[in-house]
């Protein structure tokens, strides 16, 4: 499992290439333009508008790699390449025809130069103009998270505190299989931004009635819960005016039923954001939605539809607060470990671009026809907190049956988001170059820590969710009612069925907070 | 990798149209752009069995054992290409077969 490094740092040319530009400035590089031809997937090939194939001039072979000197433009395969820089002074650095990249023949290896990834890269540009949104979305990273107002408020229920654990920690009673509320509600309190948005009262649940009366607010519901769950009180908490005013929100969902915690968990979102745009009156789209649900979990995914024919993309962004993955049962690598699914196995489907099928053709604008193409999905914006949601469930419309995957997956407590950002994805399509990628979002960062985890065991009817909670660097066990400390290897081995990531910074900040503040008697 | 002797070279025009020499398929191929197609859904059908995933872990195990610094593309290409060849799923190689087969049905003269 080998995240990509997230630190791109352009490779120094080797000594022969940085003698040849010294020599020749770009001379080679002008006459490469016009002779490079893009296939629709994305390669750049070298293509000599010759009818004839490329051939090595020693010994006529045509098969393998072959290169064309960046001087002389004569063909050599890689058998021979060196004979060519041996017979013929200063013509050291060759480009690999099939591919478009630089090869030095003394040092046997590729090299690289930005100046010449310029040039290939805005050839394969100028075929495809992907259909870009100019709204560069920010993040509201100047997140009013007035923690000193929160200090205060724990600092002063600090005394009641009866037990050893981090305040926060509180059982919730099952309600009548209400555990699918209890897990999401554990890891939705404990979400940095939300737990500090409540604790700060800045939905202030008298202010809020005083306005529009006693009507259903999910929001002071929720606010009363962080209230109740921080008090200091470690019996088990009841959340029935929680569940009472939920499933007046949701009544298609109001039942005894056991409910799936993902779709809860959307509609949870859905309240919170409904009672905040009523507020503010306003129909603000979800990226910029300035409710609290939004301002945390809201991210941008891309969608880039490729003509197979042309190479011509369109591309759309879609707002979203979290990412279903399905698992990665098909795609696994039998060298790094038999039978294994991984979240980045799981992630790398997410982004991979997939053929869509011949029965589903789409118009083509440049070709005008109806045409075969590619679908590749890539993260344009990453959310302060990240929730992955982990396809367990499966419908089968056709056979009208639904079953559960019970296939272990394992994720990391440490996750980078770059390999699966836009900025990645789009890079990666280019090959092997050295190019920024113009919207980089250096601003936001794509490091995350795990904080919460909901888990599902058991049947598709008869199973149960818990909730495995990091605070203060332990791992804690929420189960309904019952709170317990557990060993980091019992959350890794559980069957995650949600993983809640929140973004590096916030994460130690959000600790060190906690810490501070705590009971003194804390281990 | 050995191959059974080609065929003794016979001076009837139709047995030679018959039995096109291997250069003149692939000079076929590519000059009609049936050659990248193919290599295309080969490419396709190599991520999709975790061809390539393996290619690259063999990569990493190697850059890993001799140091990143020490290892050059010809180094990579040389120690992978071996096993590469030996390990392309019989499926992958049945279904291109086919598709050349049926590439040259469809081109003869």
């Not at chain 1, 290939?120 to 259909?131: A, F, H, L």
């Not at chain 1, 002063?156 to 920690?169: H, I, Q, V």
């Not at chain 1, 960062?445 to 049947?459: D, K, L």
Request: hydrophobic share 30%; aromatic share 8%.
């Amino acid at each position: 499992m080998c995240l990509r490094s997230s630190s791109y740092t352009s490779p120094k040319p080797c000594k022969h290439l940085a003698d040849c530009k010294l020599r020749h400035a770009f001379d080679g590089y002008d006459s490469l333009q016009n002779c490079l031809k893009t296939t629709p997937i994305g390669r750049t090939r070298v293509d000599n508008h010759n009818t004839k194939i490329p051939r090595c001039n020693f010994c006529n072979g045509y098969l393998g790699r072959l290169y064309i000197c960046l001087m002389c433009s004569s063909i050599s395969c890689s058998t021979h390449i060196l004979l060519h820089t041996q017979s013929k002074s200063g013509h050291d650095v060759a480009i690999d025809i099939e591919r478009s990249e630089l090869y030095c023949c003394l040092c046997c290896d590729q090299v690289y130069d930005p100046d010449f990834d310029k040039v290939v890269v805005s050839e394969q540009i100028k075929g495809s103009c992907p259909g870009r949104s100019n709204k560069r979305r920010r993040l509201d990273s100047g997140m009013e998270l007035d923690l000193k107002k929160s200090k205060r408020l724990i600092a002063m229920r600090d005394g009641r505190a009866k037990s050893c654990y981090p305040l926060g920690l509180r059982g919730l009673n099952n309600l009548g299989n209400t555990c699918f509320m209890n897990s999401v509600l554990q890891a939705l309190l404990h979400a940095p931004p939300l737990r500090n948005y409540f604790l700060s009262d800045h939905h202030n649940r008298d202010e809020c009635k005083r306005r529009y009366g006693e009507k259903l607010c999910l929001l002071c519901e929720i606010g009363a819960l962080v209230s109740a769950m921080f008090s200091g009180d470690r019996s088990p908490y009841s959340p029935a005016q929680f569940l009472y005013s939920w499933w007046q929100h949701s009544s298609n969902l109001a039942s005894y039923e056991e409910q799936d915690a993902h779709e809860f968990f959307i509609s949870v979102l859905d309240g919170i954001h409904e009672k905040e745009s009523k507020v503010r009156n306003s129909s603000k789209d979800d990226g910029d939605c300035q409710c609290i649900a939004h301002r945390a979990f809201s991210g941008s995914l891309r969608s880039d539809v490729t003509c197979t024919i042309c190479g011509f993309t369109s591309t759309t962004y879609d707002p979203c607060v979290d990412v279903s993955l399905n698992l990665d049962t098909v795609n696994l690598s039998a060298a790094e470990k038999t039978g294994l699914s991984t979240l980045s196995g799981c992630l790398n489907l997410f982004t991979r671009a997939e053929r869509l099928g011949s029965d589903s053709k789409l118009h083509c604008q440049n070709c005008q026809e109806l045409r075969d193409t590619s679908k590749q999905l890539s993260i344009s914006r990453l959310p302060l907190v990240l929730c992955l949601h982990i396809k367990r469930f499966e419908h089968s419309l056709i056979r009208k049956t639904s079953r559960k995957i019970d296939q272990y997956l394992q994720f990391p407590f440490a996750l980078d988001m770059t390999p699966y950002l836009s900025s990645s994805i789009v890079r990666s399509r280019f090959g092997n170059r050295i190019f920024a990628f113009e919207c980089e979002n250096s601003d936001s960062s794509a490091e995350y820590e795990i904080f919460a985890v909901i888990a599902h065991s058991g049947m598709l009817e008869s199973g149960h969710y818990v909730t495995y909670l990091h605070v203060n660097h332990q791992w804690y066990k929420c189960d309904d009612a019952w709170i317990c400390e557990v060993d980091e290897g019992i959350v890794r081995a559980s069957q995650c069925y949600m993983l809640f990531y929140v973004q590096k910074l916030l994460y130690y900040k959000a600790n060190k907070d906690l810490s501070c503040n705590a009971s003194v008697e804390s281990r | 990798m050995s191959r059974p002797p080609p065929p003794p070279p016979t001076t009837n025009k139709d047995q030679q149209h018959q039995n096109p020499s291997l250069q003149e398929i692939n000079i076929k191929l590519i000059q009609s752009g049936e050659k990248e197609r193919l290599k295309e859904l080969l490419r396709e059908r190599l991520l999709e069995c975790g061809w390539i995933d393996e290619m690259k872990a063999l990569c990493r195990a190697f850059t890993r054992k001799k140091g990143r610094n020490n290892v050059t593309v010809d180094d990579l290409v040389h120690v992978i290409s071996p096993k590469g060849r030996a390990s392309v799923p019989n499926s992958v190689k049945a279904e291109l077969l086919q598709r050349i087969r049926a590439f040259l049905a469809s081109t003869a003269d």
